[in-house]
């Protein structure tokens, strides 16, 4: 089967750094995208992983292991509007995209 | 148009009534997703479209529910004799291609069955 596993909840302090982790397994792999969800709101696109490596986008990156089915997003210097749910999404080799169940992110002052 | 757009935004019916929802994707994008989302759970894929045609159904609940689109464009999601099940909210994305595109989500419809 093809599944995405993300942990359900992680709770961080405003100012610091986390980092949510993604692991997955599907029928081939055409990269791996990352998405946020205020409650209530629609998920909007953060970043698009193809390659092994990190991708930098101001206060958040994510990185990409291809070989260990792994993935994570770090979000830095933290504030309040980050509490959100991330999503990690990985499109198979059918060019479906398998989206995890997503992390919901709590930022406490 | 802009972005996505969904209506309406929210949606109370009776059990046992049709419900009918509508997308408007962004213009120019030929890939279209439903999805269905339960409060505090992950999206639930119920079909894509490519251009007019559903090449890919596999996550439609039942046969109560059925999809069409027309013109490459609008689509619209139907739900007949509705269950207190189907309550949900109900999110349309659309992509330039297909599969590993990025997916512009709608604001979605919140539905909710008496």
């Known amino acids: 089967g093809q599944n995405i596993d993300q942990p359900t909840e992680m709770t961080a302090t405003e100012g610091a750094i986390v980092q949510i982790n993604c692991t997955y397994q599907t029928s081939g792999f055409n990269g791996l995208f990352w998405y946020q969800q205020h409650a209530g709101e629609a998920p909007t696109f953060l970043s698009y992983n193809v390659l092994d490596g990190l991708e930098e986008k101001g206060r958040f990156s994510s990185f990409l292991s291809r070989s260990k089915g792994y993935s994570y997003l770090l979000l830095k210097e933290l504030q309040m509007k980050d509490s959100a749910s991330y999503l990690c999404?990985?499109?198979?080799?059918?060019?479906?995209?398998?989206w995890g169940a997503g992390t919901k992110l709590i930022i406490k002052p | 148009g802009a972005g996505v757009s969904q209506s309406p935004s929210n949606k109370v019916t009776e059990k046992g009534k049709d419900v009918e929802l509508r997308c408007d994707p962004i213009s120019g994008h030929t890939a279209l997703y439903w999805y269905r989302q339960s409060l505090g759970q992950g999206l639930e894929f119920l079909i894509y479209f490519q251009g007019n045609s559903a090449p890919d159904k596999s996550g439609l609940p039942s046969d109560r529910f059925s999809a069409e689109r027309t013109g490459g464009s609008v689509s619209t999601l139907t739900i007949q004799r509705t269950q207190q099940e189907d309550s949900a909210v109900y999110l349309c994305?659309?992509?330039?291609?297909?599969?590993?595109?990025?997916?512009?989500f709608g604001p979605g419809t919140r539905l909710l069955v008496l």
């Open positions: 999404a990985v499109g198979n080799s059918n060019y479906q995209l398998i």
């Open positions: 994305a659309s992509s330039l291609g297909s599969g590993t595109e990025t997916q512009y």
